[in-house]
């Protein structure tokens, strides 16, 4: 008997839990159902900055998917919309330069600590990636696909974007895979779901 009234605060705090997100997991994306693995993401409270709505997120894991991945649908009002669309419309290779920056800023943040720690800095990393893009523009939407490629073996990473306007707001959609055409596919998927 005293072990369920441990458990019964516990069940009960967990439930209110769960109820209280009930309304963050967003709609979902109808061509990557939960029947195929795909799991939505909360997206309720999470996102706090102005001019930009998350509306679905989903992610289907490595141990229950035969192809993981990531798709997502958010929006972006007024001029955050318009600084969006200009840095896909016109330099994406900015944006794939992005990507690889960003290895390039942890390497250097891991240099500081170990030089504020007193330990000598590492030498300098060779490249390991290759970043490309290349244009998805289609009769409903405009698009890029960023593929960061390892250099010394077959592994990859790619982001299928597909946005366009609905009426004030700029409507992105991802797909984030390891194979092309599951990132395209998922992005498109996405895109349906507007």
């Not at 709609?27 to 029947?35: E, K, N, V």
């Not at 490249?127 to 289609?138: H, I, N």
Request: hydrophobic share 45%.
């Amino acid at each position: 008997m005293r072990s369920r009234f441990r458990v019964l605060p516990l069940v009960s705090a967990c439930a209110l839990l769960l109820g209280s997100c009930a309304n963050d997991f967003g709609y979902g994306i109808a061509d990557l159902p939960a029947s195929a693995g795909w799991q939505p993401l909360p997206i309720g409270a999470w996102v706090l900055n102005d001019g930009l709505e998350a509306r679905a997120m989903v992610f289907c894991p490595r141990d229950v998917c035969i192809r993981p991945g990531f798709a997502a649908l958010v929006a972006f009002e007024g001029e955050r919309g318009r600084r969006m669309e200009q840095a896909l419309s016109e330099d994406p290779a900015q944006l794939a330069r992005a990507f690889a920056r960003l290895a390039a800023e942890k390497s250097a943040e891991r240099a500081a600590e170990r030089q504020r720690a007193g330990r000598k800095p590492l030498p300098p990393a060779p490249e390991r990636s290759l970043t490309s893009y290349v244009r998805l523009d289609s009769p409903d939407s405009k698009g890029v696909m960023v593929t960061i490629r390892a250099k010394t073996t077959a592994r990859q990473g790619v982001t299928a974007i597909l946005y366009g306007w609905q009426g004030d707001r700029l409507l992105v959609a991802l797909g984030v895979s390891d194979e092309i055409e599951a990132a395209k596919q998922d992005a498109q998927a996405a895109w349906r779901s507007r």
